[in-house]
């Protein structure tokens, strides 16, 4: 099992391009799949169509004001975390795939916990313990001695802080995908490359790491994209981003036209980029020469060297992990949910509920999709499963409102004709229901499954499809015999990704929801935001106790997926 | 890995047929005889105090209240997107800048309530009964009680005097409360006026703006500046800290009311308040449960729990607010200055106040 390829990618035709003609029945799927893909797009598309409407003065004077510091901002933080990011998740996954040291079993997994800590509840946690009259500095000032009115210490609420804060939760992405890159490389290129001279370093830098290129590319990409949507943790920080300045249009300025105009940009912007690293790998095209695969021999690192791979493993869990877990736990003891209790079975089984829904339903979607492109691989179906993956990039609120326009369109459009028609009102239909509020996730976090779904269909040869179908099978026959126990690794890949990433998810969720429907998430937020950190920690930990579970399934499902145990 | 699905595969089948059997819906009653049934309740304030009061409408009348609580700009949105349709009776926010969005957005609908328009002062309600202010705050001035005497403040207008240079702390332009405090210098200054002002304010700022209100006080505390800008109630908080380190820095600032002089205008107040939406189904509850808002008691859990002033005269404040004094406010209506916080935006912007 793999998650290679995670972000937006285009599909890729299948090998020879083997086009499968299917049967008369069987287009059914691929339409499906269309049909399907393009309900998805629906939000993105709302968002896209902004574009031609025309701004008004105001709001330019603001843009022209502010926009400069905005970009420059948000191109600093996507420099630092996509740079952070990757040289934590890079040489955390080299060390724990390729070195043996003490420990090093274990930090396989544990380096994926940071991936259960919600980015605004590290916010909120760092910038509670980190600032003034907080433990850290008061302990540093009754210690030093230090009067009240030295302000020497670093400001967390700033871009570093924002920066150090998102590498910390967002380096797993790249962590995850590099490792996978790493463990399928045969040992046997990386011995040809010591055996022609190259030391271990060297051998690294011009064997392994074009080979995972585009595995860490793509973990990186998925990084950004986070980054560029997050909105909690540079609100709570104060830092003027690209998503503050879609949230000035919209709210300051009421203006949601030139907040989709921005959200949309910033949708132009991020296929710029993945366009470019596509345009510079160019022609190169990086494949496992052999077929000879043999477990690489770890390298036994001791003495320094030990010691400083255990560093370099460790400092990543504890800033993105352990520090924080143990602060939400004391604030927890200590003060905590007044509610904790009944309500929170309530909580957490809404949040759960919602998660497993969202997983399932955006795995389904992404099956049919992927499917329907693997059997008609044309250039509509390419372009529409696209589409239906770029809520990824877009700021939750964001897509609530492409959500929430639609819907509200669809269901007064609905209710206006049955009360023309037969005199009777249906209100709200869809609106404010459970449903919206899945529909939202599947949108946001589609491309967590679909991508994941279609590189494991694309590692799948045709000529296992071509066998299937020879022997009997119709297209749906050789999808259920076939696919599906091929892909299942892949398939529960994605759906653990949109679980924990729904679990976690708060703007969408806080709008579209059904009244007095609170989820976990909703419970941090109103009370963080609110300052009341000390009670928000029960409901935050919680969610970072749900969402342990399925981390660590991953993480085991990853390091069982050696090629040698991969069916295909 | 197979056996592992193999055992997942049934506990996921179990919680997907869960979801599809479960339903969370509570029905949200339509429009029926008044007082019975449920008024549904748009909220952005996201105080559990709150729920007491929410509690306190239904076992006087029996009334249940159905929330949806999330920020109110969201909030507004999707009443607009649910249009005619929409289950929302009641908006309530805590802005008046965002009060008077959501009427221009042509949302609410006018109210004629006797017990309303006694009970709230003129100022504190839109004149025409779209919207009502429920409790009050008011920003301030906190001051380093060791390095300022109080004497060298007087008003909003002041702390733009180069004397501060390097002193003053204030939060992003971007939030409402700026917009509304620099709307009512618009005001009562005007356009030009107010440029240079926030001119003189961005010079005289001890950092680029950073952080919440809170962050200003503690800022101050720390030395990073001698004034900083705050409504009422973050002063309260940390006076009624329960963590001796806030609590000290609670004490270690002074409360400054600007613009008290004779012949001045006041402090500037804002307010948290609410309307009945346009197509409210349940519009008699609506109206009820904003006149139970403004009854003693809900006025009196509004003070308490969120340590704002109570929109209705003669409820006592919190004592924390009443140990800062009486003050005179600024009586603008809050329509006034709700209007003008675009351009009050666009001011502070144009100065370089982030």
Redesign the interface.
């Known amino acids: 099992?793999r998650v290679e390829d995670l972000p937006v990618s285009p599909p890729r035709l299948l090998n020879g391009g083997t086009r499968l003609i299917p049967s008369r029945s069987a287009l059914l799927l691929p339409w499906a799949g269309l049909l399907l893909a393009l309900v998805v797009s629906i939000p993105v598309l709302t968002v896209l169509r902004s574009l031609a409407v025309p701004a008004d003065g105001?709001w330019l004077?603001?843009l022209a004001?502010?926009l400069p510091?905005y970009l420059a901002n948000t191109a600093v933080l996507l420099a630092g975390v996509g740079l952070g990011t990757l040289l934590v998740g890079v040489s955390a996954a080299w060390l724990v795939t390729v070195c043996r040291f003490p420990g090093s079993r274990s930090f396989e997994w544990a380096l994926i916990l940071p991936m259960a800590m919600p980015a605004y509840l590290l916010a909120y946690t760092y910038g509670d313990l980190l600032?003034?009259?907080?433990p850290v500095q008061?302990a540093l000032r009754s210690w030093l001695g230090l009067s009240?009115?030295?302000?020497w210490f670093p400001?967390i609420?700033?871009l570093g802080g924002a920066i150090v804060v998102m590498t910390a939760v967002l380096y797993p992405y790249v962590y995850l995908l590099a490792r996978a890159a790493f463990l399928e490389q045969s040992v046997v290129s990386l011995e040809a490359s010591r055996t022609l001279g190259r030391g271990p370093w060297r051998s690294f830098l011009a064997v392994a790491l074009p080979l995972a290129r585009p595995s860490i590319v793509a973990g990186l990409a998925l990084v950004m994209m986070e980054a560029l949507a997050d909105f909690g943790t540079v609100k709570h920080?104060?830092v003027?981003t690209f998503t503050?300045g879609i949230?000035?249009s919209?709210?300051?300025?009421?203006s949601?036209i030139g907040a989709a105009k921005l959200a949309a940009g910033l949708l132009l912007f991020v296929l710029a980029v993945i366009g470019l690293e596509r345009l510079s790998r160019g022609k190169r095209r990086y494949h496992q020469t052999t077929a000879r695969y043999r477990p690489p021999t770890p390298f036994r690192l001791g003495g320094w060297r030990a010691s400083a791979a255990i560093v370099v493993c460790t400092v990543p869990i504890l800033v993105g992990f352990v520090v924080p877990a143990v602060r939400l736990l004391d604030l927890a003891v200590v003060?905590g949910d007044q509610?904790f209790g009944a309500a929170f079975v309530g909580l957490a089984r809404?949040s759960?509920?919602l998660a497993?829904?969202a997983s399932?339903v955006a795995a389904g979607l992404a099956l049919v999709v992927a499917y329907g492109l693997r059997l008609v691989p044309s250039r509509l179906m390419r372009l529409t499963a696209w589409l239906s993956t770029l809520g990824y990039t877009v700021p939750g609120?964001v897509i609530?409102?492409g959500v929430?326009?639609p819907?509200?369109?669809l269901?007064?459009a609905v209710?206006g004709w049955m009360r023309a028609t037969f005199g009777i009102?249906t209100?709200?239909l869809l609106?404010?229901?459970?449903f919206a509020l899945l529909f939202a996730y599947v949108v946001r976090f589609l491309a967590l499954s679909f991508n994941s779904v279609e590189s494991g269909l694309g590692r799948i040869t045709p000529n296992m499809d071509g066998a299937a179908r020879t022997l009997g099978q119709g297209p749906l026959g050789v999808l259920r015999r076939v696919h599906l126990p091929l892909v299942?690794?892949s398939l529960?890949t994605g759906a653990l990704l949109v679980f924990v990433d729904t679990l976690k998810e708060l703007?969408a969720t806080?709008?579209?929801?059904?009244?007095?429907?609170d989820t976990l998430a909703?419970r941090v937020y109103?009370?963080a935001?609110?300052?009341r950190l000390s009670e928000a920690a029960t409901a935050a930990l919680t969610i970072v106790a749900v969402g342990i579970v399925p981390v660590v399934?991953l993480s085991?499902?990853i390091a069982?997926?050696h090629p040698t145990?991969v069916a295909t | 890995?197979k056996s592992?699905?193999r055992g997942?595969a049934p506990a996921?089948a179990a919680?997907?047929a869960?979801?599809l059997v479960?339903q969370?819906?509570?029905s949200?009653t339509?429009a029926g005889p008044a007082l019975q049934g449920a008024v549904?309740v748009y909220s952005a304030r996201?105080?559990?105090t709150d729920d007491a009061l929410f509690n306190g409408f239904t076992s006087q009348t029996g009334v249940a209240v159905?929330?949806?609580?999330?920020?109110e700009?969201?909030?507004l949105?999707?009443i607009?997107?649910?249009?005619?349709?929409?289950?929302a009776d009641v908006l309530i926010t805590v802005d008046a800048g965002r009060l008077w969005?959501a009427q221009?957005?042509g949302i609410f609908q006018p109210t004629v309530s006797d017990t309303l328009n006694t009970r709230i002062p003129a100022n504190l309600r839109e004149p025409e009964g779209h919207w009502f202010g429920i409790a009050m705050r008011a920003r301030i001035i906190a001051y380093a009680k060791d390095r300022v005497d109080p004497a060298q403040l007087s008003t909003y207008e002041q702390l733009a005097d180069p004397m501060w240079k390097g002193k003053v702390l204030i939060?992003?332009s971007?939030h409402p409360y700026n917009?509304s405090l620099v709307g009512s210098l618009i005001e009562a200054n005007g356009l030009d006026a107010t440029q240079e002002w926030a001119k003189g304010m961005a010079a005289n700022l001890a950092r680029n703006?950073?952080?919440?209100d809170?962050?200003q006080l503690?800022?101050v505390?720390?030395?990073?500046g001698d004034l900083a800008v705050s409504n009422t109630y973050y002063v309260a908080?940390l006076r009624t800290s329960?963590?001796p380190?806030?609590q000290a820095?609670g004490q270690?600032i002074g409360v400054f009311f600007p613009n008290q002089a004779p012949g001045e205008r006041g402090t500037h107040v804002n307010v948290s308040g609410g309307g009945v939406i346009k197509s409210a189904p349940n519009r008699e509850n609506a109206v009820a449960f904003l006149e139970y808002l403004t009854s003693d008691e809900a006025q009196q859990k509004l003070a308490n729990a969120s340590y704002e002033f109570p929109a209705v005269e003669g409820v006592p404040s919190h004592p924390v607010l009443e140990e800062m004094g009486p003050f005179r406010r600024d009586t603008l209506n809050a329509r006034t200055f709700g209007s003008n916080?675009?351009l009050a935006?666009?001011i502070m912007?144009?100065a370089g106040w982030?």
């Open positions: 099992m105001l004077e603001l004001l502010t510091r600032q003034y009259p907080g008061a009240r009115g030295s302000s400001e609420r700033s920080f104060e003027d503050t949230y000035l919209w709210f300051g300025m009421g949601p003060a509610r809404n759960m509920l497993v829904g399932v609120s609530a409102v929430l326009l819907f509200g369109a269901d007064n209710d009102s209100g709200l609106s404010g229901t459970i299942r690794g529960l703007p806080l709008i579209v929801r059904p009244f007095n429907f909703v109103l009370l935001s609110d300052e399934v085991l499902a069982r997926s145990q | 890995m592992l699905l997942l996921l919680v997907v869960a979801v479960w969370p819906m509570p949200v339509q549904n996201h105080y559990d159905n929330v949806i609580r999330g920020t700009d969201e909030l949105q999707r607009l997107s649910e249009g005619a349709n929409s289950p969005k221009e957005a939060r992003s971007s917009q703006p950073q952080g919440g809170t962050d503690l800022a505390v720390s030395g990073v908080r329960a963590k380190e806030e820095a270690a916080n675009q935006l666009l912007n144009r982030r």
